[in-house]
């Protein structure tokens, strides 16, 4: 089979990714939950030892290493033969957290990161 | 000139900009339509099915309305969004994202040809996203019917019944139009996750449509192949969700207030 199959979806590829350093920007979601941010990233290919991750209360940037090369064929002139062998991100974080307190999990190729907001909340009693 | 008559009007010239362009004549009984949305779970299960079976391409669709993008293969142009078919099964496969403006000359022109071919089962295929997707190792499949014959085929083959809510885009247009125009349609969607390319819901849906069909139908090969296709299908995904976010596709995640 499958040669074709992924084709199908490769042939419009666009340049969310960087030929000099091979490396492919994941797929990622944001979530905002008040109190905390939640980021995912699909990283297939990807194993846990090979990801790092790093934090500062308002950047968050994840590099992360493919088992194996991925190369492009079957596409256009353009794009045929060119090989990505890493994940790259840098997120502007949307509000500041506390990286000590940052937990994160890896299962089936998707990475969880949860990112507890440094907020300074004040209960206000109603009269 | 009644009030809105102009807007009728525009509809249908964009019906009528639509061309299934037939490289030769579809002699199957039943149709599945994946096109890219949630976790891209149709697309995904489309073109596992196409390959799988080894089905041929037979039209091509083409519209001013669509985007201005043409496929090359093997060095000739073609239209990105087409049907493939052997003489049982067809499949409508887009490469592109089917934009709000598009979705109803689309169904419209689809279900028309459906028709013509004097269809017995017409398959809308995706996924409904699930926040614990991670979670899940099998995702299951739920189902929506027009008729209900078909509702007793999905509860036969136990897909667990769609019971009330939303659906945006493509599909729900397509079930009512097929609604309409008395045709059965089935729509099926596998508990997916939302913004990434989902190879394990599509194999779930293609068990599911294998047992309806009574087709053998091997998952095997998409499942081993699941991490290239979630790198290649990353593109299309993205471009899918802009789209979705255009036609608001969070509804789906709404509690629905009904009137019965």
Redesign the interface.
Same mark, same amino acid.
């Not at chain 1, 074709?4 to 666009?14: D, E, H, N, Q, T």
């Not at chain 2, 996750?193 to 390319?197: D, N, R, S, T």
């Given at each position: 089979?499958?040669d074709?199959?992924?084709?199908?979806?490769?042939?419009?590829?666009?340049w969310?990714h960087n030929i000099h350093t091979k490396s492919?920007e994941?797929?990622i979601?944001i979530e905002d939950l008040g109190d905390e941010i939640i980021i995912t990233m /699909?990283l297939?290919?990807v194993r846990k030892e090979d990801i790092d991750i790093y934090l500062t209360e308002r950047i968050l940037e994840v590099k992360a290493q493919m088992c194996r090369k991925?190369r492009c064929e079957g596409l256009?002139r353009i794009q045929k033969g060119i090989e990505?062998e890493s994940f790259h991100k840098i997120i502007e974080l949307p509000s500041n957290i506390i990286p000590e307190k940052a937990r994160s999990r890896f299962? /089936?190729?998707?990475l969880?990161i949860r990112l507890p907001k440094r907020i300074r909340k004040r209960k206000i009693d109603i009269k | 000139m009644k009030p809105f008559e102009f807007l009728e009007k525009m509809d249908e010239k964009k019906e009528n900009m639509i061309e299934i362009k037939e490289i030769s004549r579809f002699e199957g009984n039943s149709i599945i339509l994946g096109l890219p949305d949630v976790g891209?779970v149709g697309?995904i299960a489309s073109?596992?099915l !196409?390959?799988?079976l080894k089905l041929k391409e037979i039209a091509e669709i083409n519209s001013d309305i669509f985007p201005p993008?043409v $496929?090359?293969h093997k060095h000739r142009p073609m239209s =990105?969004i087409r049907i493939y078919a052997n003489n049982e099964i067809g499949v409508v !496969?887009s490469? $592109?994202p089917i934009s709000p403006d598009m979705i109803n000359p689309l169904m419209e022109s689809l279900t028309e040809w459906f028709k013509s071919n004097k269809l017995e089962l017409v398959i809308s295929i995706g996924g409904i996203p699930h926040p614990n997707r991670?979670e899940i190792d099998k995702p299951k499949v739920y189902g929506v019917s027009t008729s209900k014959r078909l509702d007793g085929v999905l509860r036969k083959n136990k897909i667990e019944m769609f019971e009330d809510g939303l659906i945006v885009g493509p599909s729900g247009i397509m079930l009512k139009k097929c609604m309409e125009k008395g045709i059965n349609a089935v729509y099926l969607m596998a508990e997916s996750? *939302?913004? *990434? =390319?989902d190879p394990g819901a599509a194999a779930s849906i293609i068990n599911a449509i294998s047992k309806i069909l009574k087709m053998k139908i091997d998952v095997k090969?998409?499942l081993?192949?699941?991490?290239? !296709?979630?790198?290649?299908?990353?593109?299309?995904?993205?471009?899918t969700e802009d789209v979705m976010k255009k036609m608001e596709k969070m509804h789906e995640k709404e509690i629905p207030m009904m009137y019965r």
């Open positions: 089979m499958t074709k199959l992924p084709r199908i979806f490769g042939r419009v590829f666009s969310s492919l994941p797929l979601h /699909d297939p290919y991925y256009g990505f299962k /089936d190729g998707i969880e | 891209l697309s073109a596992h !196409i390959d799988q993008i $496929v090359v =990105p !496969i490469e $592109v991670l996750h *939302y913004k *990434y =390319p090969l998409l081993e192949k699941a991490e290239e !296709i979630r790198i290649t299908a990353r593109d299309l995904m993205k471009r």
